[in-house]
């Protein structure tokens, strides 16, 4: 289907311009195309990955069809061609909040929804009951209280769609069935996995009514799991280097009473290795940074650049983070977990110890 314009009146008063058009349009064997009409393309490229791009139609005198892409690249296309475009289904030309609605449900029918979304802010989309999220690499007003209120007790569908309504709906499911739910996050590095789990936890803590010390220890568990488990690498200022599996508890009456967290595939050898423009683990770059000078003396510790395994990458700083910030964060979240100081200043002790062993050299 094809959107019809007035611009049609133009044409047909206009014959050879008319007659023109109608040869183009019989090598495309659909409707006649006018100025405005959305259409696929195919590029030809042959690359592996390609796949046929949005475009605008534009109509010119010269027996050639002009487009411009949803990139804004022009294409010029002629009658001979003219198997290269293909009409676009009115699903795909705005968008719509889930995919299975699409007319064009193919690869880049879901592309395009993603792409024209996301140039709107929208960063969320559901394909049924999945929902797919684009790292949109800023802060969007979309997670305050007043968004957890409007998603709370909500069916999938009946708000935008939102991270915060696959949690209420895993929440009221458990509720409802008296039955355990499972919430997978997967995606690429830098997709945004590790803040869409922070914002999932946050949502049940809100919702179970309680604000408990349990819940608070469960919201605080994350900054510790980021500060030795996550570091920066060229795709993500803070990508999680190893897999974890959150078990959240809850009584009958819905709050949280418990939680279990396990780690695995943690990537070791990060510690003693990392690649240009990359920094080993989060931790050693806060602990420098936050820890007094009476404290550093006491470990004999100096500047991060000092030491092998931070400045490998040759990188010591992570652009709009404040390492001596978090560490401050780190360590309230350690008494909210019952780290005792001399807990504490263990860590520190052992952490110390592996930056001094990579300072040593055999002769």
Known sequence: MFQY????????RDQKKWALIRNVNQALKVHPLLS??????DLRTRREFDVPIGAVVK?????QIQVIDDEGNEHWVSPQNAGHIKPMHPTSIHGVEDMIRLGDLNEAGILRNLFIRYQERLIYTYTGSILVAVNP???LPIYSPDQI?????KKIG????????????CYFNMQRNNRDQCCI????SGAGKTEST???LQFLAAISGQHSWIEQQVLEANPILEAFGNAKTIRNDNSSRFGKYIDIHFNKRGAIEGAKIEQYLLEKSRVCRQARDERNYHIFYCMLKGMSSEQKKMLGLRKAMDYNYLSMGNCITCDGRDDSKEYSNIRAAMKVLMFTDTENWEICKLLASILHMGNLRYE
């Open 5 to 12: 314009h007035s611009e049609m009146g133009i044409h047909e």
């Open 36 to 41: 405005g009409d959305y259409v696929w393309m």
């Open 59 to 63: 109509l010119c005198d010269s027996g």
């Open 137 to 139: 690499y800023q802060l």
């Open 149 to 153: 209120r409007l998603y709370t007790n």
């Open 158 to 169: 009946e708000m935008p769609p939102h991270i915060f309504a696959i949690a209420d709906n």
């Open 185 to 188: 996050i997967s995606g690429e």
């Open 198 to 200: 922070k914002l999932i």
